[in-house]
């Protein structure tokens, strides 16, 4: 059987990441923006927008590095197994304390980029992860170490079933469509925020 039946692929996850920061810069714009920013920015979201997978070995992060299968496994079996502790709200603030960290540990030598807004992307990618998560038959255990996995909506059957022809060929078009119609209906204040020449 394959092993990625129990998470979204990482294509909608990515795609539900986009949408999510396109919709919080249109309601809450940065005061200022570089280049820079918005470029590490989408990068940080994008990385948010699948971290939280990481408990389980067959994430792309561990794929992607030498003998990462074994170093993902004990990792996952550290943080309890896929879908535990990197899936709840617990789990979310010390993710948020490391990237703060790292960030801040970095900043000296990425002087033009606005880490508060890196950082914030990046958390609304990890947030994102976490709320569709929700909406699929396995729930997520947002209140950990209460350990009860909650779903939307709350009959189980109703939910999706994680890789099927749903997820696929309905939810990820969906927040295409979606990442689409924010860019086009918000065009002004988006390409005003990435020009830095937001009126206020
Ligand atoms: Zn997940």
């Known amino acids: 059987m394959c092993c990625t039946l129990h998470s979204m692929t990482a294509r909608t996850h990515d795609t539900a990441a ?65 879908r535990f502790f990197c899936h709840s709200l617990l789990g979310l603030a010390v993710f948020g304390v490391i990237g703060r960290a790292l960030l801040e540990f970095l900043q000296p030598i990425m002087p033009h980029i606005d880490s508060e807004v890196v950082w914030t992307a990046f958390m609304i990618g990890m ?43 309905v939810i990820l078009p969906l927040l295409l ?3 689409v119609w924010l860019c086009a209906e918000h065009y002004t204040t988006l390409s005003a925020l990435i020009q830095n020449r937001l009126v206020r």
């Open 177 to 179: 469509a979606g990442a």
């Open 18 to 82: 986009l949408v999510a920061l396109l919709a919080w810069s249109i309601v809450f714009p940065p005061a200022t923006m570089t280049v820079a920013t918005a470029m590490t920015a989408l990068l940080a979201n994008q990385l948010g927008g699948i971290a939280p997978d990481i408990d389980q070995p067959t994430a792309p992060f561990w794929r992607n590095l030498p003998i990462g299968r074994y170093f993902g496994r004990v990792f996952g079996a550290l943080v309890g197994g896929h």
């Open 127 to 169: 947030i994102s992860h976490l709320v569709m998560d929700t909406v699929t038959r396995e729930g997520v255990p947002w209140l950990l170490p209460l350990p009860l996995k909650f779903g939307l909506p709350p009959v189980r059957k109703l939910r999706i079933v994680t890789g099927s022809w749903v997820e696929n060929i």
